[in-house]
């Protein structure tokens, strides 16, 4: 799962990097050679050095990195999340915030209790 980019998967294509890693993990040359010949026929490898094979995308998104701010989030609600420069205060408030009869109720009925 990514969740920092709301995908539960990515897609890379397969390069010679990915050949490399099948012999450096005991893979046969067979073995490499009919995988490449596959993802070949099948157009999934990907050879960077052929401009021909560059993708055409119908958006292109440009973004300054410049303005790219590290932050943390929780794995139950990754929208959630606290640039690192405000973590501390965030983390203060949360330790004196009060919390409401309501909520403690509705965790009770909602969390997981072994049977």
Not at 11 to 21: R, S
Not at 46 to 69: G, N
Not at 81 to 91: C, H, L, Q, S, Y
Request: proline share 7%.
């Amino acid at each position: 799962m990514a969740p920092e980019y709301g995908a539960t998967c990515g897609f890379f294509p397969v390069d010679v990097k990915t050949l490399e890693y099948l012999r450096q993990t005991g893979r046969s040359e067979k073995k490499v050679a009919v995988v490449e010949a596959y993802l070949r026929a099948t157009g999934m490898f990907r050879d960077y050095s052929d401009i021909s094979e560059e993708p055409h995308f119908t958006t292109v998104i440009e973004l300054d990195l410049s303005k790219v701010v590290p932050c943390i989030s929780g794995p139950k609600r990754p929208h959630d999340n606290v640039p690192i420069t405000e973590v501390r205060e965030d983390f203060e408030k949360a330790l004196v915030n009060k919390v409401r009869t309501s909520d403690i109720t509705h965790m009770a009925k909602t969390s997981s209790r072994p049977n």
